[in-house]
């Protein structure tokens, strides 16, 4: 029996088959709301000792005050000088790489005046402090913090806390020393939805942030989503993603390792390829058979492929880039001989990797654009995570005489129209030669 599912966009009951193949709802449990909905209730009325009775029953620890949960800037340095050369050098490379790429993205504020010396604009500030939610314990991800936290340095953020569950006083050396590295101003060892709880509405010692951001569990999504409104969030992530898109000319061994490179996050994933050539498939079907076991986490990966993979054969690659649009991938690679020819019929990706040599592996670490992605079709509408995430925007608008008279009798109509008089009168005030 294959480990992966082939299919072919001829075949009867495709269409269907795709969706069912595509469907996820990442916040959907009902007792995980349940439990969830209690945790926020109780943070938010009790704060400090409610996160640290939470904290010792679910990371099995054994503190009494907030106090001893939070990691002192000296002890991030600590972490940080404390590296392996090749790790230091690695994250400094890494650091840089995603710091240059984000500066590019950094709006400004801007204004004009009309002629009769009416000025408009649009004021772009930072948000003054953001929180960074880090996955512990087992999953341990220092790219996540730089990828997270540089974007909103570069946006001028003042203050960032990092929240990072450390399950039986585990603690990730490299995780704290990215976080030294990228400017992470207070570190927490908190996790679950109390930190998310923690963050959104404050504590005695955690303090309230406009924003939060980063991935986690099904506990920390779904807790992202309830505090949505009394701070800001940047997306409800699902499961990791990747479509290749290939000609049948890059080697199969490649593709096939591609495809397990995020099969092997975890059991949900989805790790889909689109081509022509039937025989190439074939070809990648035999590599994956042949690779998976060398892997270390190839149980996580042959689920991944079993149960939510596919190899699909479409007519030629006009229909790879009709059903790329249709999927809206994660990570999308075009594994093809010229992919600027077809990028500019590409609508909907949350990152795009060009060419057979460019591994979507680059971009969870060093390439530079941020890793934090849209999933789950989200692509459709939603953007990978930047600088403008950090930044808001203000609109200006200073009116002179002329033009307040001026527009004071355009809205003067439109305000009568909506029955709307206070707001007619308002504006009506200040047309000159007015009796009203």
């Not at 449990?29 to 109780?42: A, C, E, F, P």
């Not at 309230?208 to 701070?231: E, L, S, W």
Request: proline content about 4%.
């Amino acid at each position: 029996m294959s480990i992966i599912r082939r299919m072919n966009t001829r075949d009867a009951g495709f269409s269907q088959q795709l969706d069912t193949l595509l469907a996820w709802e990442s916040v959907s449990d009902g007792k995980v709301n349940q439990i969830v909905d209690d945790i926020l209730v109780r943070v938010k009325a009790e704060g400090d000792s409610a996160v640290v009775e939470y904290t010792n029953r679910f990371d099995r620890m054994s503190v009494s005050s907030m106090a001893e949960l939070e990691m002192s800037r000296e002890r991030l340095e600590q972490a940080l000088a404390g590296l392996p050369d090749d790790q230091r050098q690695a994250l400094e490379v890494a650091a840089r790489r995603v710091r240059t790429y984000h500066e590019q993205q950094k709006s400004e504020s801007w204004q004009y005046t009309e002629a009769d010396g009416t000025m408009l604009g649009q004021q772009v500030t930072p948000m003054d402090r953001v929180g960074l939610y880090v996955p512990g314990g087992k999953a341990a991800y220092p790219s996540s913090v730089l990828m997270n936290a540089m974007p909103a340095k570069v946006a001028g953020v003042d203050e960032i806390i990092m929240v990072v569950p450390t399950p039986d006083g585990d603690v990730n050396e490299l995780v704290l020393a990215a976080a030294a590295l990228a400017g992470v101003d207070r570190v927490f060892c908190i996790g679950g939805a109390q930190a998310v709880a923690a963050l959104a509405y404050g504590t005695e010692t955690v303090p309230k942030v406009d924003k939060i951001v980063g991935p986690g569990n099904i506990f920390v999504a779904t807790a992202k989503r309830a505090v949505f409104g009394a701070v800001g969030i940047d997306m409800i992530a699902g499961p990791s993603e990747i479509l290749v898109v290939c000609d049948g000319q890059t080697n199969p061994d490649w593709v096939a390792m591609d495809l397990f490179s995020q099969a092997e996050h975890d059991e949900d994933a989805q790790s889909i390829l689109l081509c022509p050539d039937a025989d190439y498939i074939a070809q990648v079907e035999a590599s994956i058979e042949k690779l998976l076991p060398t892997m270390e986490r190839k149980d996580i990966i042959e689920v991944s492929l079993r149960e939510r993979g596919a190899l699909i054969q479409v007519a030629d690659m006009a229909e790879a880039v009709d059903m790329t649009n249709r999927i809206a991938p994660e990570h999308l690679e075009l594994s093809v001989a010229d992919p600027q020819v077809l990028l500019p019929h590409i609508r909907h990706a949350g990152a795009i990797f060009m060419g057979r040599y460019t591994a979507e592996a680059l971009g969870d670490y060093c390439a530079g654009p941020n890793h934090v992605l849209p999933t789950s079709g989200t692509a459709r509408f939603s953007s990978p995570l930047g600088v403008y995430d950090f930044q808001k925007r203000s609109s200006l608008i200073f009116f002179s005489a002329d033009g307040a008279s001026e527009m004071g009798q355009v809205a003067s109509v439109l305000a009568r129209g909506e029955s709307l008089t206070a707001h007619a009168r308002s504006a009506e005030y200040r047309i000159k030669s007015s009796e009203v």
